[in-house]
């Protein structure tokens, strides 16, 4: 029963655990498939506590520490391997993690629509199996990635267009993962698939800046005749 009880928790933590095998030697390598489980996993134990009716405030907020610990490792691993300006760019987006983190404790979501910090992890992801494919370095587009993704996850408005977050259903959710593997196995289709998940991002980043600013103005005491 106790096991029954705390199995998206118990998820949570083995969604984490094998990132210990990025401090190995030569770790690196091991990034992709990591970011692959690792993206699985954060999926499956919402998809768990949804299900078998677990959800729990403890739950919540250890799926937001395993979270954080798992996707800072992600890009600090990244950021050691290539360094110079992409340290300086890992960072930036590390701290915008932990503020997001401290934001979410204080303010939880009611529903699971999908992390920032996921997507982030999605991203690196295709930029690296694309820049594998396509043998170009990736160095000058992850430092934009870091640096573009460490502003979106303080915007204070949502991004309600990205894929993962328009996806509820635990086959959607599915589908979405299916796809993350089929990248990493087929890296032909990286650049397709790839294409899906930035596009929308960036609508939401820039559609829901617009929107924000409108939102704004409209309120603005100062606008009132």
């Avoid at 390598?29 to 949804?50: E, F, K, Q, S, T």
């Avoid at 698939?193 to 800046?209: E, M, N």
Wanted: one cysteine or more.
């Amino acid at each position: 029963m106790f096991l029954y009880r705390n199995l998206p928790n118990i998820v949570s933590i083995l969604g984490v655990l094998p990132l210990i095998m990025l401090f190995s030697e030569n770790g690196f390598r091991y990034l992709i498939p990591l970011i692959v489980y690792n993206n699985i996993m954060d999926d499956l134990d919402g998809i768990l506590a949804g299900k078998l009716n677990l959800r729990s405030g403890f739950g919540a907020a250890l799926d937001n520490v395993c979270d954080v610990f798992a996707h800072i490792m992600l890009v600090m691993a990244l950021g050691m391997h290539y360094g110079g300006v992409t340290s300086a760019a890992c960072m930036a987006a590390a701290t915008a993690i932990l503020i997001r983190l401290v934001s979410r404790v204080q303010a939880p979501p009611k529903t699971s629509v999908g992390s920032s910090t996921n997507e982030l992890m999605r991203h690196m992801l295709f930029l690296l199996l694309i820049a594998e494919y396509y043998g170009f370095n990736p160095l000058a587009p992850l430092v934009g990635l870091f640096l573009v993704h460490a502003v979106s996850m303080l915007v204070p408005y949502p991004l309600p267009y990205q894929i993962r977050s328009r996806t509820r259903s635990a086959t959607g959710i599915g589908f979405v993962n299916v796809s993350l593997v089929v990248a990493w196995l087929i890296p032909i289709t990286a650049a397709p698939i790839a294409s899906c998940f930035f596009a929308t991002y960036l609508y939401s980043l820039i559609s829901g800046g617009f929107k924000w600013r409108r939102e704004l103005k409209n309120t603005d005491p100062a606008g009132e005749r």
